[in-house]
């Protein structure tokens, strides 16, 4: 990637060089229109440097995700890194109550896909260098000026301003270009942390995804792709925040074994870990996502819980409305970082989102309460999810593109 560039005046800035911003930027290029575009991370970018944190996490990509990459041109590079998943078991640990879903009662191939994180933002890194979009590298904005006909950024000791019709932030959540805009976040930290590792297993996974919930918070395990012939699946094991600190301590006999107590054996046994990782569960909703020429993208706009793995998939949809509209806006010769452009931007993104944000708030709440009714009404529902087809496919639609579709749609 582009490490500097003399140019200082854009059409758009993108605060942000993770797979969202990245996807942004490049969604812009495709559109061949000759948006003048820049990205500032403040990250290294360097692939050796070992002050980098390595993101350890592994991401369930939706059908939509997956067409946003392919259209994109980056999916055939990226497929062989991708774990199809065929069906999907939700279980209630401890009761009755359990759903299993298939990508043939949906007449699709899979449900979804399963990649490491870090495959993503380098296929989409390597892209941008192809489309030579500049890049700032560990760069952050120091402070941020609105004005009627754009928005500049201060970046700090000997480093440029930068100036721009649009400031799109991506930066993630607890965004701190955000917090210099004065935008409001609505935080919750629920005193948790979710633990990621790949676990080796004794047997192939059969592409099947686990959603297994437990009084302290609910399990994961999505299947990957085989290591040097050895199959593999992707834990995220979301505990308060004391067991994980003690849960990161164990050697990894330990670990495995207090894993294996916590799952059972449905996926067989347990037989390594890899590198562990942890991360503090915090979800956020900004307050505002749009003002006139700043836009909020994301984590910055919306920081999800992880149960069902429905953040990034909605932020590519955000941000792939955004890239639309935006290309329209200009088209029609309109002002496409205006209050009105954005304002219809957000708009239409609005039912899904309230939709998505509302699932993933409610679901882990609804498994932690552990009242004898609570039981009984949620594992009564995951039967007749189990049972009922039609609603079965209803179930996995939303999963696949985000939104509920009437059987004549599946």
Same mark, same amino acid.
């Given at each position: 990637?582009?490490?500097?560039?003399?140019?200082?005046?854009?059409?758009?800035?993108?605060?942000?060089?993770?797979?969202?911003?990245?996807?942004?930027?490049?969604?812009?290029?495709?559109?061949?229109?000759?948006?003048?575009?820049?990205?500032?991370?403040?990250?290294?970018?360097?692939?050796?440097?070992?002050?980098?944190?390595?993101?350890? =996490?592994?991401?369930?990509?939706?059908?939509?995700?997956?067409?946003? /990459?392919?259209?994109?041109?980056?999916?055939?590079?990226?497929?062989?890194?991708?774990?199809?998943?065929?069906?999907?078991?939700?279980?209630?640990?401890?009761?009755?109550?359990?759903?299993?879903?298939?990508?043939?009662?949906?007449?699709?191939?899979?449900?979804? *896909?399963?990649?490491? &994180?870090?495959?993503?933002?380098?296929?989409?890194?390597?892209?941008?260098?192809?489309?030579?979009?500049?890049? *700032?590298?560990?760069?952050?904005?120091?402070?941020?000026?609105?004005?009627?006909?754009?928005?500049?950024? &201060?970046?700090?000791?000997? @480093? #440029?301003?930068?100036?721009?019709?649009?400031?799109?932030?991506?930066?993630?959540?607890?965004?701190?270009?955000?917090?210099?805009?004065?935008?409001?976040?609505?935080?919750?930290?629920?005193?948790?942390?979710?633990?990621?590792? &790949?676990?080796?297993?004794?047997?192939?996974?059969?592409?099947?995804?686990?959603?297994?919930?437990?009084?302290?918070?609910?399990?994961?395990?999505?299947?990957?792709?085989?290591?040097?012939?050895?199959?593999?699946?992707?834990?995220?094991?979301?505990?308060?925040?004391?067991?994980?600190?003690?849960?990161?301590?164990?050697?990894?006999?330990?670990?495995?074994?207090?894993?294996?107590?916590?799952?059972?054996?449905?996926?067989?046994?347990?037989?390594?870990?890899?590198?562990?990782?942890?991360?503090?569960?915090?979800?956020?909703?900004?307050?505002?996502?749009?003002?006139?020429?700043?836009?909020?993208?994301? &984590?910055?706009?919306?920081?999800?819980? #992880?149960?069902?793995?429905?953040?990034?998939?909605?932020?590519?949809?955000?941000?792939?409305?955004?890239?639309?509209?935006?290309? =329209?806006?200009?088209?029609?010769?309109?002002?496409?970082?205006?209050?009105?452009?954005?304002? @219809?931007?957000?708009?239409?993104?609005?039912?899904?989102?309230?939709?998505?944000?509302? /699932?993933?708030?409610?679901?882990?709440?609804? /498994?932690?309460?552990?009242? #004898?009714?609570?039981?009984?009404?949620?594992?009564?529902?995951?039967?007749?999810?189990?049972?009922?087809?039609?609603? =079965? =496919?209803? *179930?996995?639609? *939303?999963?696949?593109?985000?939104? #509920?579709?009437?059987?004549?749609?599946?």
């Amino acid at each position: 990637m582009s490490d500097a560039t003399e140019q200082t005046q854009f059409d758009i800035v993108v605060v942000g060089g993770g797979i969202v911003g990245l996807s942004m930027a490049l969604l812009l290029a495709q559109q061949e229109m000759g948006w003048r575009v820049l990205v500032l991370e403040a990250r290294s970018g360097h692939p050796n440097n070992d002050n980098e944190p390595f993101d350890a =996490r592994t991401t369930a990509l939706s059908s939509h995700s997956r067409n946003l /990459f392919e259209a994109l041109g980056l999916w055939p590079a990226m497929q062989k890194y991708a774990s199809h998943i065929h069906s999907i078991h939700v279980s209630d640990r401890g009761h009755v109550g359990m759903a299993r879903l298939h990508a043939a009662d949906a007449s699709v191939d899979a449900l979804g *896909f399963v990649m490491e &994180n870090h495959i993503m933002v380098d296929a989409l890194g390597q892209s941008l260098v192809r489309a030579k979009i500049p890049i *700032f590298w560990s760069t952050t904005v120091s402070a941020v000026t609105l004005g009627i006909d754009g928005v500049t950024l &201060n970046l700090g000791h000997k @480093q #440029p301003h930068v100036s721009a019709k649009l400031l799109v932030v991506a930066d993630g959540g607890a965004s701190e270009t955000a917090a210099k805009l004065g935008i409001h976040t609505a935080n919750d930290d629920l005193e948790q942390k979710a633990l990621v590792a &790949n676990i080796g297993l004794a047997k192939t996974h059969a592409g099947i995804a686990y959603e297994r919930f437990t009084a302290a918070g609910p399990l994961a395990l999505l299947p990957l792709t085989a290591c040097a012939g050895s199959p593999r699946a992707a834990l995220v094991w979301t505990q308060a925040t004391a067991r994980i600190d003690a849960l990161m301590q164990l050697d990894d006999v330990d670990f495995i074994g207090a894993l294996q107590e916590e799952f059972g054996y449905r996926c067989g046994v347990f037989k390594s870990v890899g590198m562990r990782a942890c991360y503090p569960i915090n979800t956020s909703v900004a307050e505002e996502q749009i003002r006139h020429r700043v836009v909020l993208v994301g &984590n910055s706009a919306h920081h999800l819980h #992880p149960v069902a793995g429905q953040g990034l998939n909605l932020a590519l949809r955000d941000v792939a409305s955004l890239a639309e509209r935006l290309a =329209r806006a200009r088209t029609e010769g309109l002002d496409y970082a205006s209050v009105k452009v954005l304002e @219809q931007y957000r708009k239409s993104r609005f039912e899904d989102q309230r939709r998505v944000i509302g /699932f993933t708030q409610h679901v882990p709440k609804l /498994f932690a309460n552990r009242s #004898p009714v609570w039981i009984t009404g949620r594992n009564t529902g995951l039967l007749a999810l189990d049972l009922m087809a039609p609603m =079965r =496919r209803r *179930f996995m639609h *939303f999963g696949m593109v985000g939104q #509920p579709s009437s059987e004549r749609h599946v």
